[in-house]
């Protein structure tokens, strides 16, 4: 007996990294384009991070040694623009320190049993500084304090 291949009763698997019959992703495809957003979300988050750096930068540097009864803008407004440029440095390396942080935090977990507590504490150190009174965890996983601590220290809070 020999079957027709394009019978109506045969049906074919999706390959991986395909989409199935209702038109969503595959887990493989899932997992590979979260991993493509993570790249980008922390490349984007560095360079615009970078960027507002120099922009602050040139910023003041412009102003520098200017007598402010000659100048365009009122003084206000130079330390509110400046004030800005700051945040937005604080704000995109929070984001690229917080990403990495969440991706180190899913490869500890997979790697090796950890007890719910633990994972609690390490979840909700960045929202919490209390957490870092644990220090069994933070022994265990200092690539994990140390981004929490970088990410405290830029974070604006």
Do not use: C
């Not at 330390?79 to 990495?100: C, R």
Request: aromatic share 10%; charged share 10%.
């Amino acid at each position: 007996m020999v079957l027709d291949e394009s019978a109506s009763d045969v049906v074919k698997r999706p390959e991986l990294g395909a989409q199935n019959g209702s038109g969503k992703a595959t887990n493989s495809q899932s997992r590979h384009d979260a991993s493509h957003r993570t790249v980008i979300i922390m490349s984007a988050g560095l360079l615009l991070g970078v960027l507002a750096a120099v922009g602050h930068h040139l910023w003041y540097n412009h102003w520098n040694h200017k007598v402010v009864e000659t100048a365009s803008w009122s003084q206000t407004w130079i330390k509110n623009f400046g004030t800005a440029f700051a945040f937005l440095v604080k704000m995109f390396l929070a984001i690229v320190t917080s990403t990495a942080f969440v991706q180190q935090f899913w490869i500890t977990v997979k790697a090796k049993p950890v007890a719910l507590g633990q994972v609690d504490s390490m979840f909700t150190v960045l929202q919490s500084a209390l957490q870092f009174l644990s220090l069994q965890i933070w022994m265990n996983n200092p690539i994990l304090a140390f981004l929490a601590i970088i990410t405290w220290q830029v974070a604006p809070h």
